[in-house]
């Protein structure tokens, strides 16, 4: 759940935690177990609340400790639980410890952060910044540049100092100690940097991720917090960590249970990103998001858990993304949420995605508030003088507002969100795709995740079976069978807008031995088949989930 974009309760454009509280029924009803609130801290919001200013006091936009309290109460009253975004990687630049470690060199708080001098009068090195520029400020009151991998509001924290890492585990015991569930740990497998933070190759600026992901020391510092915070409490545990391969993931979320529980890893967010990465979008292929779920699939079976999501607040809507936001929406973002819940690991629905909400047609940079958005266009458009429309396509495609526009409620002004003004404009089509009216509609995508939810806890194969590709080499169909024991689950989904003959390598007829446990179409008398390899014709976006007779 993105806070900023859930529900205003008091007129003020922004979302809020009274706004969250009259929710939880609705999020009850669609299933949900466990709620990720992104961070509701207090922030300036230089990056909507990732950059914090006091990782023990809620942001004045969201409400008081005591609106919280209450959420937790009324969330765990409802039988489900909660779990906060942990963002130590960096915190803002307006934090206390960042305020002390910037007023002199000698302060206690200096080696808090990453400070190093100039280097010949540049950047101590040449990493840039996932947001645009170096990744290094010069603060002219101390003479020397601090690193922030992120925003310049953003300073790293330097993990290699001893009383960080203690600050950061005294501040995860208090909010454990409140009665949370866990956390979600923003950029995880970023705080350790290579020793003497090299310069990435020879360019004047360079991406320095070598130096920062999945550094040298990260696995200890995860084993140590684990011992000293995690390990004491029964909680549930996620780390953000981009780059990652399942083997890193093994290391990361291994089963004695030593560090995380699961991680998300960015592998098949970045099929559609070109050689010039993710503003560089290009079409994405079927048989390469096969190849990248399959090897999670398989790599993490038995060795680690896996964690599955197709967009989250970060990324454009996966409806527009992967399927087709115009004339199959509703097939297709059924489709896609079939696939979502029958694999294994535990899937993320990020607000929106339930009711098929898509990408925003933004007219201009003007109706974009995301600081990564903002500074690549004024780096690329208004300093770099490129092509405005090539970029604005760009962000239409990629940008980080498409998963942020405010909820769609109803068809009342600004989608039931606010009685003000939102912070971020409501996507028009919300006359059309809102919660009220999918609540209303049984054939809704809202009540389609109802019962794949609800399947996932009757058939413990949906959950931990064991994945295996069928259809390795079709473009066009992703089928796929997860067995556990006698159980088998057989999945075919139809990727395209059209109808597509399939061969079954299995007898689908009820009385032949499948059980067809949801579809996103009516599935008629004629429509299966009984013989083995028998073409099957699959509407477009169509979805279809079968148990098998026992194997
Ligand atoms: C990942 C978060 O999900 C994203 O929203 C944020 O901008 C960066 N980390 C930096 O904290």
């Given amino acids: 759940m993105y806070p900023r974009s859930f529900k205003d309760s008091n007129g003020d454009g922004i979302g809020d935690i009274p706004g969250i509280i009259s929710k939880l029924d609705y999020l009850k ?43 937790l109460a009324e969330v765990h009253g409802r039988g489900m639980k909660l779990i906060m975004d942990l963002v130590v990687n960096h915190s803002s630049d307006e934090h206390a410890w960042f305020l002390e470690s910037r007023s002199s060199k000698e302060n206690p708080y200096r080696d808090y952060y990453i400070w190093r001098p100039s280097r010949d009068g540049q950047e101590p090195n040449n990493w840039t910044s996932i947001f645009s520029g170096p990744a290094w400020e010069y603060d002219g009151q ?61 360019d004047r600026y360079a991406w320095g991720g070598d130096y920062f992901m999945n550094g040298p020391r990260v696995h200890e510092f995860l084993r140590e917090m684990n011992e000293k915070v ?108 079939t696939f979502l819940h029958t694999l294994e690991g535990t899937p993320y629905i990020y607000q929106g995605e339930e009711l098929g909400m898509t990408n925003v047609p933004f007219k201009g940079i003007e109706d974009c508030r995301d600081v990564e958005t903002l500074n690549m266009y004024r780096e690329r458009v208004t300093e770099g003088g490129g092509n405005h429309d090539e970029v604005m396509n760009a962000i239409r495609i990629k940008g980080r507002d498409n998963a942020r526009t405010p909820m769609q409620w109803s068809t009342e002004a600004n989608a039931g969100f606010t009685t003000g003004t939102p912070w971020l404009h409501v996507n028009p089509n919300y006359t059309e795709i809102n919660a009220e009216a999918a609540l209303a509609d049984t054939d809704s995508i809202f009540h389609y995740y109802r019962k794949l939810i609800a399947l996932r806890k009757t058939h413990p194969v949906i959950v931990y079976g064991s994945y295996e590709i069928v259809s390795e080499e079709d473009e066009r169909i992703y089928a796929y069978t997860r067995t556990l024991g006698n159980d088998r689950l057989f999945v075919m989904l139809n990727f395209t807008g059209e109808t597509v003959s399939f061969a079954s390598p299995y007898p689908l007829l009820a009385g032949g031995g499948g059980e067809l446990l949801i579809a996103n179409y009516p599935v008629g008398e004629g429509s299966e088949t009984s013989g083995l390899d028998a073409e099957l014709q699959l509407r477009p976006f169509e979805a279809r989930v079968y148990l098998l007779k026992a194997v």
Wanted: glycine share 10%.
């Fill in 142 to 202: 101390t003479g020397e540049y601090y690193l922030h991998l992120f925003s310049r509001k953003q300073p790293d924290l330097n993990w290699e100092n001893p009383k960080v890492r203690e600050e950061i585990y005294d501040m995860m015991t208090w909010w454990l100690d409140k009665g949370i569930d866990g956390f979600r740990m923003d950029v995880i497998n970023m705080i350790s940097k290579t020793e003497g933070l090299p310069s990435a190759g020879g």
């Fill in 230 to 337: 995690l390990s004491r409490y029964d909680i549930m545990t996620v780390g953000e960590t981009p780059g990652v391969t399942p083997d890193d993931a093994a290391r990361y979320a291994n089963a004695d249970g030593t560090e995380l529980n699961m991680v998300f890893q960015f592998e098949h967010m970045e099929l559609d990103s070109g050689w010039g990465g993710k503003w560089d979008p290009c079409g994405w292929k079927l048989k390469d998001l096969k190849a990248t779920i399959g090897r999670w699939q398989t790599g993490l079976h038995g060795r680690a858990w896996n964690s599955l999501y197709l967009n989250n607040h970060d990324q454009p809507r996966m409806v527009s993304r992967f399927g087709n936001d115009r004339e199959y929406r509703v097939e297709s973002a059924k489709m896609l949420a």
């Fill in 29 to 71: 009803e669609l299933g949900v177990d466990v709620i990720w609130l992104s961070p509701v801290y207090q922030s300036p919001n230089d990056d909507n609340g990732y950059d914090i200013s006091d990782y023990r006091g809620i942001m004045d936009d969201f409400g008081t400790m005591a609106d919280w309290e209450k959420l």
